[in-house]
């Protein structure tokens, strides 16, 4: 009986050790952010591709907040190079998902190679790139903190959500780089400041 | 672990069951492999979800995943626990060390599993969803034994707590932060259904629960009902063995006082036939009286064999085949008696009239066996043995089946719709006069019965006088 309820015991505290240690869950950013509502104006031109960056689910989500917005868009997860044509923007939707890479069947690598490739044609053709983050109460996992400096730093814009384990991240990104940064409190509060930036 | 639950382990098959672990935790390691499709149509429904605006895709994405994280779960706790209860390990640990080895085995599993093959997995979930399935596992295994009836349980524990993950209201816990199940709660928040997929996880996260808790506590009822039955069914036998063995004693005390009776007649037959043998000393009167005083002596002495059963006497051999010979029904013309009898064989010390019994039950049985042949053979063969005398009995009858060879000897065991008591009987009247009977058979081609008798010589080596000793003094605390 005793053995019983100690072991009661045990898995009652474990179980409250784990809400205690864990609430809050993410770490506070220490600095002060200063983000933007929207663009004052707009920094992008349509027609626009929205692409994924890590293969997760997240870019239908920019892609449906952009059919609801009416912007001119292609909506194209694996874009390449040869479909950047006659284009005068791209939307990054970042978030690394190790099952849809290999939906897609391709490595992780390669999906690293295809977003610096289309980087570096939208550097060298001038295209506005704009970065969306979506992900928020995973953890900071490496591969997504790599793909989303590798996109960010090189964005004209960046959205995120605010209070996400990526804040602190996506506000290096933004100080280092002087790129606007909008932090949204929900999802869907997306819908402005991707507007902005095209209207 | 209890010691009974040690000794069902290792009396069924280790090493099957430990096979059987290593298989379940490779099928386990394996699963996202299997069900690889599986998972990426979960991909697919999310994505219609936020196609179509309808989050009914998300509950079925979501079950899709818990099923699959669920059964996946399930099948590396079984293989692991099968492993664990079936090595030493077990035995050498105490409870909750044994309780700590399996939570951190099955987690390392699952990090590996995630590792090798990039399938997401939720620790805090799975982790909360062990320590309860170990929980009732400890409750569960030491009253059923039975690891169908512990999986049965442990899946529906761990499918309760995979619904955790897919609500938004339980984030903050860390529950859900793999990408899959946080692609299905940002989906839900993106379409407003954020309620919904809360509502949904507790609607199958409590009831799931406690239907484990349920069917554990039916499982633990039934296996105690099972046991106590069982001890019932024991107990119910011994009491009728018990008065089976008491009915038996009682009629053989009548009969033992009947035949005591029998005595006081047969003392005046004698005095009487004494007188008419005085009075006619020759001719046929004196001829007769003879014979009565022969047949009063034979019947004297079967008495007395019978009322004093450890009294015995030495004797020819052959004299125990002539009276054997002397009682056996040979009328039945299907029947065919082959007796062969070595020469000069050594006496035998032996109560005549029980051993003879004895030999003729089994004879009996012999004789009443089936037969596929067109007739029944049976060898009498009484030959010379190391220190004693074999009588060998051999039929061409059906046989007995090898798993039915222990029963004969148990009282009321019959296959021929008789008493079931000649075998028995024989063998305690054998052993009692040190001797020894064994059967063998084999089904279609018949059965041979050996009984060995000691000689009057060697009688003491096998133990008989000591028998003797030790059934007059057991007969005398008796009495």
Same mark, same amino acid.
């Given at each position: 009986m005793k053995r019983n309820v100690f072991r009661i015991v045990l898995i009652i505290i474990f179980a409250l050790l784990l809400v205690l240690v864990n609430m809050p869950y993410t770490k506070k950013v220490e600095k002060m952010v200063f983000t933007l509502p929207g663009l004052p104006r707009p920094i992008a031109e349509v027609p626009v591709v929205i692409t994924s960056a890590g293969q997760s689910t997240d870019t239908y989500i920019i892609n449906d907040i952009s059919n609801q917005l009416m912007i001119r868009s292609f909506f194209m997860p694996q874009a390449e190079v040869e479909h950047m044509e006659d284009m005068k923007s791209i939307v990054f939707a970042v978030g690394y998902s190790s099952l849809g890479l290999k939906l897609q069947g391709i490595s992780y690598e390669d999906e690293k190679t295809r977003i610096e490739k289309l980087i570096n044609m939208a550097k060298d053709n001038k295209l506005t790139i704009i970065t969306v983050v979506l992900g928020g109460e995973q953890p900071i996992d490496e591969?997504?903190?790599?793909?989303?400096?590798?996109?960010?730093?090189?964005?004209?814009?960046?959205?995120?959500?605010?209070?996400?384990?990526?804040?602190?991240?996506?506000?290096?990104?933004?100080?280092?780089?002087?790129?606007?940064?909008?932090?949204?409190?929900?999802?869907?509060?997306?819908?402005?400041p991707f507007a902005s930036a095209f209207r | 672990m209890t010691v009974s639950q040690r000794k069902i382990i290792e009396n069924i098959f280790p090493t099957t069951i430990a096979a059987g672990g290593v298989l379940?935790?490779?099928?386990?390691?394996?699963?996202?492999?299997?069900?690889?499709?599986?998972?990426?149509?979960?991909?697919?429904?999310?994505?219609?979800?936020?196609?179509?605006?309808?989050?009914?895709?998300?509950?079925?994405?979501?079950?899709?995943?818990?099923?699959?994280?669920?059964?996946q779960s399930t099948v590396l706790y079984m293989g692991t626990i099968l492993l664990i209860f079936n090595t030493e390990l077990s035995s050498r640990l105490k409870p909750l060390d044994v309780f700590l080895v399996s939570l951190v085995s099955i987690v390392f599993?699952?990090?590996?599993?995630?590792?090798?093959?990039? #399938?997401?997995w939720e620790p805090v979930s799975t982790l909360l969803a062990l320590i309860i399935s170990l929980f009732?596992?400890?409750?569960? +295994? &030491?009253?059923?034994?039975? =690891? &169908?009836?512990?999986?049965?349980?442990?899946?529906?524990?761990?499918?309760? +707590?995979?619904?955790?993950?897919?609500?938004?209201?339980?984030?903050?816990?860390?529950?859900?932060?793999?990408?899959?199940?946080?692609? &299905?709660?940002?989906?839900g928040i993106y379409l407003n259904a954020d309620t919904v997929l809360n509502?949904?996880?507790?609607?199958? =996260?409590?009831?799931?629960? #406690?239907s484990a808790f349920i069917t554990a506590t039916l499982f633990i009822s039934y296996s105690r009902n099972l046991q106590m039955m069982k001890e019932n069914h024991i107990?119910?036998?011994e009491i009728r063995d018990m008065r089976a063995k008491a009915l038996e004693n009682r009629i053989y005390q009548e009969v033992k006082s009947l035949v005591h009776d029998l005595k006081t007649p047969l003392v005046t037959i004698r005095g009487l036939n004494s007188l008419t043998l005085s009075e006619n000393e020759n001719g046929k009167l004196a001829e007769y009286s003879e014979r009565i005083?022969?047949? &009063?002596?034979?019947?004297?002495?079967? #008495?007395?064999?019978?009322?004093?059963e450890y009294s015995r006497q030495k004797l020819k051999a052959s004299d125990l085949i002539s009276y054997i010979r002397a009682q056996l029904p040979l009328e039945d013309e299907k029947i065919r008696f082959s007796i062969n009898i070595e020469e000069d064989l050594p006496d035998i010390y032996i109560n005549k009239i029980r051993i003879a019994r004895a030999v003729i039950n089994v004879l009996e049985n012999a004789i009443v066996v089936p037969c596929k042949h067109s007739y029944k053979m049976i060898n009498f063969d009484m030959r010379r043995a190391e220190k004693g005398i074999n009588i060998i009995i051999k039929d061409n009858g059906i046989g007995i089946d090898e798993s039915n060879l222990t029963k004969i000897w148990e009282i009321g065991y019959s296959t021929n719709n008789t008493s079931?008591?000649?075998?028995?009987?024989?063998?305690?009247? #054998?052993?009692?006069?040190?001797?020894?009977?064994?059967?063998?058979?084999?089904?279609? +081609?018949?059965?041979?019965?050996?009984?060995?008798?000691?000689?009057?010589?060697? =009688?003491?080596?096998?133990?008989?006088?000591?028998?003797?000793?030790?059934?007059?003094?057991?007969?005398?605390?008796?009495?």
């Open positions: 591969r997504n903190e790599e793909i989303i400096r590798l996109v960010g730093a090189q964005s004209d814009y960046i959205i995120g959500l605010r209070g996400s384990s990526n804040e602190e991240l996506l506000a290096d990104l933004a100080e280092n780089g002087n790129i606007p940064l909008t932090l949204v409190r929900k999802v869907k509060d997306i819908s402005v | 379940l935790i490779i099928t386990g390691m394996l699963f996202p492999v299997f069900f690889q499709n599986t998972w990426f149509n979960i991909i697919m429904k999310i994505r219609e979800a936020i196609t179509t605006g309808d989050s009914g895709h998300l509950i079925l994405a979501s079950a899709s995943l818990n099923c699959l994280s669920s059964i599993l699952h990090w590996m599993d995630s590792l090798i093959f990039e #399938i997401p009732l596992f400890e409750k569960l +295994f &030491v009253e059923t034994y039975n =690891f &169908v009836q512990v999986f049965i349980v442990t899946v529906q524990v761990f499918f309760a +707590f995979q619904w955790l993950n897919i609500m938004p209201y339980f984030s903050p816990y860390l529950f859900g932060r793999r990408d899959v199940p946080y692609s &299905v709660k940002i989906s509502f949904t996880g507790f609607a199958f =996260f409590i009831p799931f629960i #406690i107990k119910e036998n005083e022969n047949s &009063v002596t034979k019947m004297s002495d079967m #008495i007395s064999s019978f009322l004093y079931g008591l000649g075998l028995p009987f024989a063998k305690r009247i #054998i052993e009692d006069n040190a001797g020894t009977i064994e059967v063998v058979s084999q089904r279609d +081609f018949g059965t041979t019965v050996t009984i060995f008798l000691p000689s009057a010589d060697n =009688f003491e080596d096998y133990g008989g006088g000591e028998a003797i000793e030790n059934k007059q003094y057991a007969g005398n605390c008796n009495n």
